[in-house]
């Protein structure tokens, strides 16, 4: 840990040496006082360019000391030319322009780059979700990721169930989620994707591979980014939203924002509520009944009888922003609770009755952001979080139960009874408690104008502490206890040459992890009862390193490659196991190793008259030793999957690609279509240990779907109904192709092909403050499976209301 601090001290005080640049910011309005949105900021001469928002507020960053010319121009204003000195870190540089008046134009192109396509084109392979179309919508965040190019949302069920996720192939802990760079693990299980909606977010970010510096972790096969709405240069706010639909489903969320202008005091609240009862019908290939003779009936048509979904969660931050020590200085208190029942465990062999699981988190973050901090582009920016989390497990129902909600009977019509007398083996009544840190720091600094210097480094400690009442020696007070603690250290360094043609990132990375495991075990003789004290240590150091690059042949032709070598290191759930999951323990696991490459091109967007089209397309290539996964079963005679448990599989290869087009007419009607295709290959030919050739060597790895496609149409209609109204309607299919859920070739354990489609309109009022909307989701009832073969919601119809306040 003293290597991490001094590295940090010895590049703070390396990098005052070098050259110095400002931040400019301000508001461009007419001279009535009206603000102006999307106007173009520019420093002469330079790459340096910025557009305002819909309030007027720009920021110009990076700016060289010495003499500049700022132009604003809009084609609703009249240009203007700005002399400025900069010869101080931050300026404040409100500009006032004339309105044009009346003109006219055959033709008006206005480019200039949105954050979105910032982010795309950095060299990563990623995507940027913009969620200001949907929020109104009653789409669920895991929904609209499923729908991205490259990403397979797998979860278990109906909302609530587990989840994860898939990136072209690498899936589990290898994809990072993040709720504004801080991994979302910490926040706790009862606050997740499920319970989050789209109208709290601000885009998503999601990078397949190489990852940018200020994500940077122990992670290999990619990461989520949700970065939540912040509110900053805007006026104060307030949203709210209720929806209703199929399966007694009700969602509803509030969010508001104050900021002082003079003072820039802020204060950001955020709470959301779900609960579903989950019984949709299933009838698929893989739900059946068992007649008391033992006769199984398959196909057999019911509902889910025992899955409810509760959740309730709230964000309360307060701080300030914009000030001169601070762009971001906020504490934050996070408080979430969730009641989840559990239908079955890995497969749907078994259904369970009465095992419930309940989880609360408290806590606490900060935020501190500054750029320029101590001398020109110099910047720092920390992200603390530390959580109290509670998982209660409950399981102490000892009758079987059948698909119809009912408690089997035998050939004699007495009730069967479980052996173990659980519903998942032995009856459990534990507590699982944890505390989790997480502090993310980034020190970067801007060497020459296009040229930063960075350092990263992630702290993650987990405490945990498991007690069963049920358990024998627990009364003596011996709970078992598993610590774990991580440092990740990179350093980054970011070009752009070549008339800023080329942008590249190179960086290096060193990961630190230890586990502490301590484990008792009472044994009971003549009366007295002796505890055996188990502890495992373990510790692991390793490194990697990559290359992120694009370049730009035109603006609207543009390269990417990146290239790494990562490691990832086994979680907590991994390595200590995680009942609430169905998980067990596996102390052993080892870290996996994974050499990365991508290789794309974005095109576009091409304007033809009233037509834009883009297209987009990366192919990728992954190499992985000592896989991490959960283990797949490789017995036909065994497919009740109650438990799992993560393991390391050997080496395994994915090589693929994907691609997405985007057409846009006259801004009214949207299109996008995209697919993913990818083989992911067993590639360990020998047994270590035996010598033997494996049997499932080059085979497709199972419960992994590797062919996906999606298709979005969307189409805007004006003042229908009502004068300054918008209707949207929306259309949306996605298809996965068949695949295996264990190894062994069997039509029966194959996934059949899904096609689900879904249509939905929003109707926006004239004032813009109350959106109505109905979506019908699995409109024609398809049967839709995800892991083991577990069968997700048929037909669903969902009703929404949003109501949001813009200016108080």
């Given amino acids: 840990m003293k290597q991490f601090w001094l590295t940090n001290i010895l590049l703070l005080l390396c990098t005052v040496l070098f050259a110095q640049s400002a931040t400019i910011s301000g508001r461009v309005q007419l001279t009535d006082g009206t603000p102006v949105s999307t106007a173009t900021i520019q420093v002469e001469g330079s790459q340096l360019i910025s557009s305002s928002d819909d309030e007027g507020f720009y920021t110009l960053e990076g700016v060289p000391y010495g003499k500049h010319t700022i132009i604003v121009s809009s084609i609703e204003i009249i240009s203007k030319r700005t002399p400025l000195e900069v010869n101080k870190p931050t300026y404040e540089l409100p500009i006032s322009v004339d309105p044009r008046g009346d003109i006219k134009l055959n033709e008006v192109r206005v480019t200039r780059n949105t954050v979105k396509r910032e982010i795309e084109t950095q060299g990563f392979a990623v995507n940027v979700i913009e969620t200001k179309e949907v929020a109104a919508r009653n789409i669920q965040t895991n929904e609209l990721l499923d729908r991205t190019v490259g990403v397979r949302v797998r979860q278990s069920g109906g909302l609530g169930s587990e989840v994860e996720y898939n990136l072209n192939g690498m899936t589990g802990r290898s994809v990072g989620i993040f709720i504004d760079g801080i991994e979302m693990s910490t926040y706790g299980s009862s606050f997740n994707l499920s319970n989050i909606p789209p109208s709290m977010i601000e885009r998503i970010e999601v990078y397949k591979g190489v990852l940018p510096s200020h994500l940077t972790g122990d992670l290999l096969g990619g990461a989520i980014n949700i970065v939540l709405k912040k509110g900053k240069n805007t006026t104060n706010s307030l949203s709210a939203s209720v929806s209703y639909g199929s399966f007694n489903t009700t969602q509803s969320d509030i969010s508001a924002l104050y900021r002082h202008a003079k003072s820039g005091f802020t204060t950001r609240i955020a709470g959301s509520l779900l609960n579903t009862d989950n019984d949709y019908e299933i009838w698929g290939k893989f739900s059946k009944y068992i007649e008391p003779n033992g006769v ?27 000030v001169k020590w601070a762009d ?3 504490l934050g208190y996070h408080i979430s609770d969730s009641y989840n029942e559990i239908q079955h465990g890995q497969t749907m062999g078994t259904p369970y009755m009465g095992r419930t699981v309940e989880a609360q988190a408290n806590v606490l973050s900060l935020t501190y952001n500054k750029k320029d901090l101590i001398t020109p582009g110099l910047d720092l920016a920390v992200n603390g979080v530390y959580s109290f989390r509670n998982t209660h497990v409950l399981d102490t129902v000892a009758w079987a139960y059948n698909w119809d909600g009912k408690i089997r009977l035998d050939m004699n019509g007495n009730p069967i009874r479980k052996l173990d007398g659980g519903q998942q083996g032995d009856p459990v009544m534990a507590d699982i408690d944890r505390q989790v840190a997480n502090v ?59 008339d800023n043609r080329l942008v590249t990132n190179v960086f290096y990375k060193l990961y630190q992890q230890s586990t502490v495991r301590t484990t008792y075990i009472a044994s009971s003789d003549n009366g007295q009862t002796t505890v055996q004290k188990n502890e495992t240590k373990d510790n692991r150091t390793h490194d990697g390193y990559g290359l992120a690059a694009s370049y730009r042949i035109r603006p609207t032709v543009i390269l990417m490659a990146s290239a790494e070598r990562a490691v990832r290191m086994p979680v907590d759930r991994e390595t200590f196991g995680s009942p609430e999951d169905n998980v067990l323990a596996n102390p052993g696991i080892t870290p996996e190793i994974s050499d990365n490459i991508n290789l794309g091109f974005r095109l576009g967007s091409f304007h033809f008259d ?9 192919v990728f290539w992954r190499n992985v030793k000592d896989r991490i996964m959960p283990r797949a079963n490789e017995l036909l005679n065994n497919q009740e999957i109650e438990l799992t448990q993560y393991v390391n599989l050997g080496l395994a290869q994915s090589l693929g690609f994907e691609g997405e087009l985007n057409y846009i007419y006259k801004n009214n009607l949207t299109v996008m279509f995209n697919f993913s295709k990818f083989n992911s290959l067993f590639k360990q030919e020998f047994d270590p240990a035996t010598g033997q050739r494996m049997t499932y060597y080059n085979k497709q790895i199972p419960n992994e779907p590797f062919f996906t496609m999606n298709g979005n149409v969307q189409y805007r209609l004006d003042d229908l109904i009502q004068k300054n109204s918008q209707l949207n309607m929306f259309y949306s299919l996605g298809f996965v192709a068949p695949f295996r859920t264990v190894w062994p070739e069997s039509e029966w354990f194959v996934t059949p092909t899904q096609l689900a489609q879904n249509v939905g309109f929003s109707y926006i009022f004239p004032s813009r403050r ?27 119809v969902f009703l929404k209301l949003n109501y949001s306040i813009n200016k108080f």
Avoid at 469 to 497: C, R
């Fill in 296 to 322: 199984v009936q398959r196909n057999y048509r019911t509902k889910r009888f025992f899955d409810g979904y509760r959740s309730l969660a709230g964000r309360f931050e307060f701080g300030y922003t914009d």
């Fill in 328 to 330: 971001d200085f906020l």
């Fill in 440 to 498: 993310r720091s980034n020190l970067s600094y801007n060497i020459i104008s296009g040229h930063r210097l960075s350092l990263n480094h992630v702290f993650y400690t987990v405490d945990r502490k498991d007690y069963d009442l049920l358990k024998p020696g627990n009364d003596l007070g011996f709970d078992s206890s598993n610590d774990l603690a991580k440092n990740v250290l990179s350093f980054n360094y970011e070009a752009q040459t070549f």
């Fill in 770 to 796: 109350i959106i109505a909307s109905v979506d019908v989701k699995n409109m024609f009832n398809a049967e839709v499976y995800d892991n083991f073969g577990v069968q997700k919601p048929g037909r669903a």
């Fill in 610 to 618: 009233d037509h834009r089209i883009s297209l987009g397309t990366n």
